[in-house]
């Protein structure tokens, strides 16, 4: 459970005893209810992340509406697009390995999610993670219903693939920018997990994959 559940979920329920208290125990249902949702809501689930050698694993929970080519800084990029309707786990993760480069936070309008501009109209934060001679960056970007987004962390920090590093309360969509050259595992429509849905896996020619394979021929491996 994210913190934040409980910070919504029990001024609800004090309200709710209270106006029952007040009145009749019908009228509490709905702060009740309302209150069940919240803690539904900033439901934080474990995951078993996958550990294959380039393995870029999904940011968040959703559903992918959008495969394609993208500028970024002059650089040629595959964006993976995924919307997060306010039934799924709102919980960030991050998707390989390494040490956050850079974070950028922008202030913007509140767009539907599955609106292409909103990419870069919307309230987003763009964070780059730079693991092993590659750098996969993602964006956390507000909806029509997220008014605030979440991250955790600061430039220099290291994280691991699938470690928890914010949240985008109450509907959103998050972009992940990888190399043209990543083998995906996605395709528009699929369901992913954050965490443990791989969406690609990273050029074979990294120097990830590289020292991976000279770590188990020392080892001797086949």
């Not at 949702?37 to 929970?61: K, M, N, T, Y």
């Amino acid at each position: 459970m994210v913190p934040d559940g409980y910070y919504y979920a029990l001024p609800l329920v004090g309200a709710g005893v209270l106006i029952g208290w007040l009145t009749s125990p019908l009228w509490a249902f709905p702060a009740l209810l309302l209150a069940f949702f919240f803690l539904w809501f900033f439901r934080d689930p474990e995951r078993v992340i996958p550990d294959a050698v380039g393995a870029v694993v999904s940011p968040a929970d959703g559903t992918v509406t959008d495969v394609s080519p993208a500028m970024v800084t002059g650089s040629k990029r595959t964006r993976i697009s995924i919307f997060l309707n306010v039934f799924n786990v709102h919980v960030n993760r991050s998707p390989i390995a390494g040490t956050i480069s850079d974070v950028k936070y922008q202030k913007g309008k509140f767009m539907n999610a599955m609106n292409e501009a909103s990419a870069d109209q919307n309230e987003h934060n763009t964070v780059s993670v730079e693991g092993d001679g590659t750098v996969v960056v993602f964006k956390q970007i507000a909806g029509l219903l997220a008014r605030r987004i979440v991250f955790n962390n600061k430039v220099g920090d290291r994280v691991q693939r699938g470690e928890r590093i914010g949240l985008i309360k109450f509907g959103s969509r998050v972009d992940v920018l990888l190399d043209p050259d990543a083998k995906l595992q996605i395709k528009v429509g699929d369901k992913v997990k954050g965490g443990s849905s791989v969406l690609a896996y990273l050029n074979p020619n990294s120097k990830e994959l590289a020292m991976a394979g000279a770590e188990r021929k020392e080892q001797g491996a086949p």
